[in-house]
T-cell receptor, first 114, second 116 residues
Framework: DAGVIQSPRHEVTEMGQEVTLRCKPI?????LFWYRQTMMRGLELLIY????????DSGMPEDRFSAKMPNASFSTLKIQPSEPRDSAVYFC????????????FGSGTRLTVV | DAKTTQPPSMDCAEGRAANLPCNHS???????VYWYRQIHSQGPQYIIH???NNETNEMASLIITEDRKSSTLILPHATLRDTAVYYC?????????????????FGKGTHLIIQP
């Protein structure tokens, strides 16, 4: 199993541009989570999906952020327009159904907005 | 989810057992204790979890006190590669929700440094 795959690994963009981060969860996992990590705020949960349906997006910072999961094998996190304060490492994680499983995280996308 | 308290940092000599404490004095009866770690520049990695019994896997052991108000993660023979931030998280496990109903909330964790 290749694990949770995120792309790109690094993204540098100019303020105001649209940014799309991508995630492929582990096959068979029912849950998908998007996290953001900064030095100041640590790891923050942005949104999570169950069976492709968004369950809780209360962590999404503002309307500039949107996430979709069109099918069980793909999810995107989009920022439009991007701002310098969006610079962070964005992690995707997936998990099977059930509380006796841990989450598997991807390697993250390091986003820099200049 | 209940809050947890962890020391911000700890040192341990290579080859020795690393014992990482976590206080969760307000834990509820249906909350599990999870441990994750994050090695620099990598995503968090699941280590182990438990409800009230001690647990052991290939990575670590988890010791939960009888009153469940605290726990200790034990890395039996620490290596340099175990240097990481270790997060202790308590999380409600609801059978009705299927158990995976909510995202984990990460605190600041303990920065464990393994010394050669």
């Amino acid at each position: 199993d290749a694990g949770v795959i995120q792309s790109p690994r690094h993204e540098v963009t100019e303020m105001g541009q649209e940014v799309t981060l991508r995630c492929k969860p582990i096959s068979g996992h029912d849950y998908l989570f998007w996290y953001r990590q900064t030095m100041m705020r640590g790891l923050e949960l942005l949104i999570y999906f169950n069976n492709n349906v968004p369950i809780d997006d209360s962590g999404m910072p503002e309307d500039r952020f949107s996430a979709k999961m069109p099918n069980a094998s793909f999810s995107t996190l989009k920022i439009q327009p991007s701002e310098p304060r969006d610079s962070a490492v964005y992690f995707c994680a997936s998990s099977p159904q059930g509380f006796y499983y841990g989450y598997t995280f991807g390697s993250g996308t390091r986003l820099t907005v200049v | 989810d209940a809050k947890t308290t962890q020391p911000p940092s700890m040192d341990c000599a290579e080859g020795r057992a690393a014992n990482l404490p976590c206080n969760h004095s307000t834990i509820s009866g249906n909350e599990y204790v999870y441990w994750y770690r994050q090695i620099h520049s990598q995503g968090p990695q699941y280590i182990i979890h438990g409800l009230k019994n001690n647990e052991t896997n290939e990575m670590a052991s988890l010791i939960i006190t009888e009153d469940r108000k605290s726990s200790t993660l034990i890395l039996p023979h620490a290596t340099l590669r175990d240097t990481a931030v270790y997060y202790c998280i308590v999380r409600v496990a609801s059978l009705y929700s299927g158990g995976g109903a909510d995202g984990l909330t990460f605190g600041k964790g303990t920065h464990l440094i393994i010394q050669p």
